[in-house]
């Protein structure tokens, strides 16, 4: 059974990701789907409009054959190691042959040449890099131009043209870097996204929009009726459900007061020995707090804002003061070192045969509860601890739900 793997957040999943989904079946010509999936808190550093169980049953019934979750200490990631993560999740699986992306441009080519010279970072691109960034650009956007000024010093001036600073081909091209440095045997694709943007706040097609677009229209401007014709039925109606009974939809709204808590009650030293804390943004963070407008979680942001740091960058930050993340759970070792386990959320009939495959094949044991593992593994304690962390937030959960994690089983459709 020929598989291929998607990298998703789902949040939610909308009539775009069907369409790559079917589209990555076609050009891979696979019989199945793999999908690695962040679980309650995301890649842009904010929780999921809904929860990472009811995003599960939303990939299955789009076409999912078997949904692993990306651990939180990937999940939460800038690119880099956001790609890490997920690639060396669906390596170790052994059951997957190819993994397909979505791109602006659909070019795989200009990323793969890019990854093959950036892959170990060389001493003329870091000098490229950290002359960006010393003139206080953001790092994404440091990063996107130190890749096409080491393309041009190598004469690949066709490549050295490309658009490295859209969001999927920054993601992309770091898919493709951890893709070589994990030696992977899997099969790199990359379709064109269709129609809507993926940062694009409006809508301006019948049929699809971006989760961005959504989102805004569930949360607040707009309707999930006028939403209902940019998502499959099935998302729809989940989406219905879980509004109905009080689980969504969740913003960081839902977490101000604990995240204000976080902040005051730790001294600057404190909030130093967190993850993505650094270059003063404790210092930053204290004196932000008595000039607040109101306590929400807008206000705190406008705050922050500095050209230096972006949106997603300083929600990246504030997550980690939310959920504890500290520095020493995040150093480069032990991020390279990749994925302990493989925890399976759910999967479909023909899923059950990939993961008997794959508790054969794979290089980390599968894991269908985080009850009782073969072993302690510190990312499944911060994906625990982040899950009961979202539920604290969701005004319908109850404090069995808080244990989800540890009682729950895969969801199988």
Not at 65 to 74: K, M, R, S
Not at 225 to 245: F, H, M
Not at 295 to 300: A, K, N, P, W, Y
Request: hydrophobic content about 40%; proline content about 4%; overall charge neutral.
């Amino acid at each position: 059974m020929r598989t291929v793997g998607l990298i998703v957040e789902y949040n939610p999943f909308h009539n775009g990701h069907s369409y790559h989904l079917q589209q990555s079946l076609k050009i891979t010509k696979a019989d199945a789907v793999v999908a690695v999936m962040s679980g309650n808190f995301l890649q842009r550093g904010e929780p999921a409009l809904v929860d990472k169980w009811t995003r599960t049953r939303m990939a299955l019934a789009g076409g999912c054959d078997v949904v692993i979750e990306l651990p939180v200490a990937y999940a939460t990631q800038a690119a880099e190691w956001f790609a890490y993560g997920a690639v060396s999740l669906l390596e170790s699986t052994g059951v997957v042959d190819a993994f397909c992306f979505g791109t602006e441009s659909g070019q795989l080519s200009p990323l793969r040449r890019a990854a093959e010279l950036a892959a170990h970072e060389p001493e003329p691109f870091k000098r490229l890099l950290k002359e960006r960034l010393d003139t206080g650009v953001a790092y994404p956007q440091a990063y996107s131009g130190a890749i096409a000024a080491y393309l041009a010093q190598q004469g690949d001036e066709d490549s050295a043209g490309f658009s490295f600073d859209q969001p999927n081909h920054t993601l992309g091209l770091h898919y493709l870097i951890a893709h070589r440095r994990l030696g992977s045997r899997m099969e790199p694709y990359t379709i064109a996204r269709e129609k809507a943007d993926y940062n694009q706040t409006t809508i301006t097609d019948v049929r699809i929009a971006s989760a961005t677009a959504i989102r805004k229209l569930v949360l607040g401007e707009g309707s999930l009726a006028e939403a209902a014709s940019y998502v499959p039925t099935s998302t729809c109606d989940l989406l219905a459900e879980s509004i109905e009974r009080g689980l969504a939809p969740v913003s960081w709204d839902n977490y101000i007061h604990p995240l204000l808590h976080g902040i005051v009650t730790r001294s600057a030293e404190q909030l130093s020995q967190l993850h993505e804390l650094a270059e003063g943004l404790e210092y930053r963070l204290l004196q932000s707090i008595p000039q607040l407008a109101d306590c929400t979680f807008e206000s705190l942001l406008e705050q922050l804002k500095t050209k230096r740091y972006t949106r997603t960058k300083l929600q990246r930050a504030l997550l980690s003061v939310l959920l504890g993340h500290a520095k020493h759970d995040f150093t480069a070792e032990q991020l390279r070192s990749g994925t302990e386990y493989i925890r399976v959320l759910g999967f479909t009939d023909k899923g059950r045969e990939l993961l008997r495959r794959m508790k054969r094949t794979a290089a980390v044991p599968v894991l269908m509860s985080a009850a009782r593992p073969p072993q302690t593994y510190r990312y499944l304690e911060l994906d625990t601890a982040a899950s009961a962390a979202y539920w604290l937030g969701v005004p319908g959960a109850s404090a069995a739900d808080l244990y989800r994690d540890f009682r729950d089983r895969p969801i199988i459709v």
